[in-house]
């Protein structure tokens, strides 16, 4: 296993393979979406639905490993319907991957605003997708001030006169246990965000069978990382979450099989490098004894 882990570059070829190579405990964020089961068969042939579990666990093994004990795993997934019914193969998952150690410890839900239109039998069409959150331990780095978002214009008419149930920890009437206090809104521009993201689907995909939009690997990159750290990408595509770390001026690393996928995903980080004016920064080194060089690019 290689001790030195060269940053900023995306490297061609298996992902399993690639991390294998990778030092433990290097990466701050991994944010991925996988191939899903028996789906784009001709970019990435389709790992049929009853061998995907065994498919991805040995993968998620050494994302546990390269992952910092205190850095997050984002994994972009939905599960596919055939013959009319939703298959259990990201239940399943989430099952064994808590057995190999990880911690399940939130879901997200992508809302596609845009989503294709359809019509089928017996459901509608998919208009979200899963984020699941995974960690190793329970105390992991979140910055949650960086996701805020605007409280809202409901706040002037309803803050505007409270009465004095509004200045307590209210309890539920209804016995749910939830309670509020109305008054700690007060003087307030910005709240935190709920667990579903209300994001468009990538419309410009470059020639990819299923990117995803710059703004999702965004938002989670400023949620549980900082300027300088470190993302992890072991199913880069055509780069988004590139671009994306290179926006918000962390490093990334990313792991990409298909030659034509690494080829698009080269060029949006050329492209983006020819907008920012050539801009280009320093190349970290991870090593196992977590000491860093650094080099020019």
Not at 11 to 23: E, H, I, N, Q, R
Not at 47 to 72: A, Q
Not at 87 to 95: A, G, R
Request: aromatic share 12%; proline share 5%.
């Amino acid at each position: 296993m290689s001790t030195l882990l060269k940053l900023d570059r995306i490297v061609p070829g298996d992902s399993l393979t690639a991390l294998k190579s990778f030092p433990d405990s290097c990466v701050n964020l991994i944010f991925t979406s996988p191939p899903y089961a028996d789906n784009r068969k001709r970019t990435y042939k389709g790992t049929p639905i009853k061998e995907y579990v065994n498919w991805f666990l040995p993968i998620s093994s050494e994302l546990k490993r390269v992952l910092k004990d205190d850095g997050t795993f984002i994994l972009n997934i939905k599960e596919r319907a055939r013959n009319g019914e939703r298959q259990t193969y990201v239940l399943d998952l989430i099952l064994e991957m808590k057995k190999q150690g990880w911690l399940w410890t939130e879901e997200y839900i992508w809302h596609k605003k845009n989503c294709y239109p359809g019509k089928w039998p017996n459901r509608f069409r998919d208009a979200w997708e899963r984020c699941l959150q995974f960690n190793k331990q329970k105390k992991f780095k979140m910055y949650q001030e960086a996701v805020m978002v605007p409280i809202g214009g409901w706040s002037k008419k309803r803050l505007s006169k409270l009465s004095e149930t509004d200045l307590i920890r209210d309890v539920s009437k209804v016995g749910s246990g939830f309670g509020k206090n109305v008054s700690n809104w007060l003087g307030k521009k910005l709240v935190y965000p709920t667990n579903v993201l209300y994001l468009a689907t990538e419309c410009a995909n470059r020639g990819h069978s299923a990117s995803f939009p710059l703004p999702l690997p965004t938002w989670f990159i400023r949620l549980f990382t900082q300027e300088g750290d470190i993302v992890l990408d072991p199913f880069i595509g055509s780069g988004t979450t590139a671009i994306a770390c290179l926006d918000s001026k962390r490093h990334y690393i990313g792991v990409e099989a298909m030659s034509s996928y690494h080829k698009l995903a080269q060029e949006a980080i050329e492209e983006w490098k020819a907008k920012n004016n050539g801009n280009s920064r320093k190349l970290v080194l991870c090593t196992k004894s977590k000491q860093k060089k650094s080099i020019n690019t």
